[in-house]
T-cell receptor
Framework: DTAVSQTPKYLVTQMGNDKSIKCEQN?????MYWYKQDSKKFLKIMFS???????INETVPNRFSPKSPDKAHLNLHINSLELGDSAVYFC?????????????FGPGTRLTVL | GENVEQHPSTLSVQEGDSAVIKCTYS??????FPWYKQELGKGPQLIID?????GEKKDQRIAVTLNKTAKHFSLHITETQPEDSAVYFC????????????FGKGTHLIIQP
């Protein structure tokens, strides 16, 4: 059984388009995250989402918006895609909003902007 | 904010030998230090972690050491096997979950047969 799942696994799109990536966790966790991994494998937090509270990393452009219909889902919507958005995006979850709780990562979504 | 430096970026060892990956962190308030393994095409997976009240932790062939005074921690893998080939990330956290984990830039570990 997959703990944290993401769809799609691959996403290829044109500059200027709007796209969404979906994430679901079946671990019963309260907190979910989005990370971006660039071409050099550097992993950086984008958002934390806990109990309807969104914590935004200030370096994330406002073209990126997470949406959570319920505690088990945290989707990432991206407007006006740019070439620099090409990366692998990982969803993760943890039991609580506590930096010492293990984070479980999804398999990633590779986004390519042409 | 926290800054985590990780070395080396690439490490090649012979099968059966040991591998050591080192990380330093900048924020003295950090108190949780996990290590993640990322295999090709997959998401990072926790392999071991250590908290600031512990100096060393072992789990079979894997061990992590922490020196709070020097603000560095290391991953040790003994008797390396082909399946150990992957990218390894160290991370640090102050315990405040809103900041997430601050990751090092990763070490590509290659096990030579």
């Amino acid at each position: 059984d997959t703990a944290v799942s993401q769809t799609p696994k691959y996403l290829v799109t044109q500059m200027g388009n709007d796209k969404s990536i979906k994430c679901e966790q079946n671990l019963g966790h309260d907190t979910m995250y989005w990370y971006k991994q660039d071409s050099k494998k550097f992993l950086k937090i984008m958002f934390s989402y806990n109990n309807k509270e969104l914590i935004i990393n200030e370096t994330v452009p406002n073209r990126f918006s997470p949406k959570s219909p319920d505690k088990a889902h945290l989707n990432l919507h991206i407007n006006s895609l740019e070439l620099g958005d090409s990366a692998v995006y990982f969803c993760a979850s943890s039991l609580r909003l506590a930096g010492t709780d293990t984070q479980y990562f999804g398999p990633g979504t590779r986004l390519t902007v042409l | 904010g926290e800054n985590v430096e990780q070395h080396p970026s690439t490490l090649s060892v012979q099968e059966g030998d040991s591998a050591v990956i080192k990380c330093t962190y900048s924020d003295s308030a950090s108190n949780y230090f996990p290590w993640y393994k990322q295999e090709l095409g997959k998401g990072p997976q926790l392999i071991i972690d250590i908290r600031s009240n512990v100096g060393e932790k072992k789990d079979q062939r894997i061990a992590v050491t922490l020196n709070k005074t020097a603000k560095h921690f290391s991953l040790h893998i003994t008797e390396t096997q082909p399946e150990d080939s992957a990218v390894y990330f160290c991370a640090a956290s102050t315990g405040g979950g809103a900041d997430g984990l601050t990751f090092g830039k990763g070490t590509h570990l290659i096990i030579q047969p």
